[in-house]
């Protein structure tokens, strides 16, 4: 992980995937909608991981929308 701040919101990510031997994360457990890295910068798509907050934010949002159950 390059940066530990969200790329989308600029907020802590919260990221723990480089924090230790076993190199674990609430990001390893959820799955990342493609269209949410269409807000990353392309310099930071794969090195800066997006924030839970973020992408609650986006799935909530997917859901009004209609977009996902």
Do not use: T
């Not at 802590?12 to 493609?34: I, L, Q, R, T």
């Not at 798509?45 to 949002?61: A, H, N, V, W």
């Amino acid at each position: 992980m390059a940066n530990k701040y969200c790329p989308i919101c600029g907020e802590v990510n919260g990221c723990m995937s480089s924090a230790g031997e076993h190199g674990n994360c609430w990001c390893d457990m959820e799955e990342f909608p493609k269209e949410i890295f269409e807000l990353v910068p392309v310099e930071s798509i794969r090195i800066d991981c997006i924030c839970k907050k973020c992408l609650i934010k986006f799935q909530e949002e997917q859901k009004i929308k209609g977009i996902i159950r």
